[in-house]
């Protein structure tokens, strides 16, 4: 059975600086991996998808990264802002739908 | 615009009382999905189902049932038989089968307390 960790929990950084976010997972027979923002009280708002076949994707001052064979990804954020401030969510995809959820980093940028 | 709402937003009933979560869905995807989320804990799948009249039950089924009589929708119902029913539900959709380039969309969920 997939298992997804997050570290760390949660992260307090000030504005400006250059941060990473960890996952790692255990079954590394996956089809892709989804990083996911979700702020308060809502719903999951997709960041970044990467397949198995690549090693990053980049999306704006976000870039994530996959290690398929040890089981590891990396979510980049350059010069964090204070609207960054949000929950985190990685979540790999073993099977023809199933996404395995980790709990989540916590990021709060102090302005 | 395209996307997933889920009414409503926030829910609140007194134990032993069904209660039915409505999810919809406007971007002609196959496949939905009902997952339940708990502070401090990773999205946990309920059921899911790929296609109009059939579903099946993910990894906490027990205490829930579904229907999906049209495409666009999928309600949850959240019984009395669940034991800890408290938490935020989160409906999602994807085509179906789901390329490797695919994304899952969620919508904005429903905050259900029961007491």
């Known amino acids: 059975k997939q298992e997804v960790t997050q570290i760390p929990a949660a992260l307090s950084v000030p504005e400006g600086e250059n941060l990473v976010l960890n996952c790692s997972f255990t079954d590394s027979a996956i089809y892709n991996l989804q990083w996911f923002r979700q702020d308060p009280g809502k719903g999951l708002t997709s960041l970044l998808l990467?397949?198995?076949?690549?090693r990053e994707q980049t999306s704006g001052r976000l870039n994530a990264s996959l290690d398929k064979s040890s089981g590891r990804s990396t979510l980049y954020i350059a010069a964090s802002q204070p609207g960054d401030s949000a929950t985190y969510l990685c979540a790999p995809r073993a099977g023809s739908y199933q996404l395995t959820f980790g709990k989540g980093t916590k990021l709060s940028v102090i302005p | 615009d395209g996307g997933i709402t889920q009414s409503p937003k926030y829910l609140f009933r007194k134990e032993g009382q069904n209660v039915t979560l409505s999810c919809e869905q406007n971007?002609?995807?196959?496949?939905m999905y009902w997952y339940r989320q708990d502070p401090g804990q990773g999205l946990r799948l309920i059921y899911y189902?790929?296609?109009?009249?059939?579903?099946q039950k993910g990894d906490i089924a027990e205490g829930y049932s579904v229907s999906r009589e049209k495409k666009e929708s999928f309600p949850l119902t959240v019984t009395s038989a669940q034991k800890n029913p408290t938490a935020f539900y989160l409906c999602?959709?994807?085509?179906?089968?789901?390329?490797?380039?695919?994304?899952?969309?969620f919508g904005p969920g429903t905050r259900l307390t029961v007491t």
């Open positions: 999602a959709s994807s085509i179906f089968p789901i390329p490797n380039s695919y994304e899952q969309y």
């Open positions: 189902s790929q296609i109009v009249n059939d579903f």
């Open positions: 971007l002609n995807h196959d496949a």
């Open positions: 990467i397949q198995s076949s690549q």
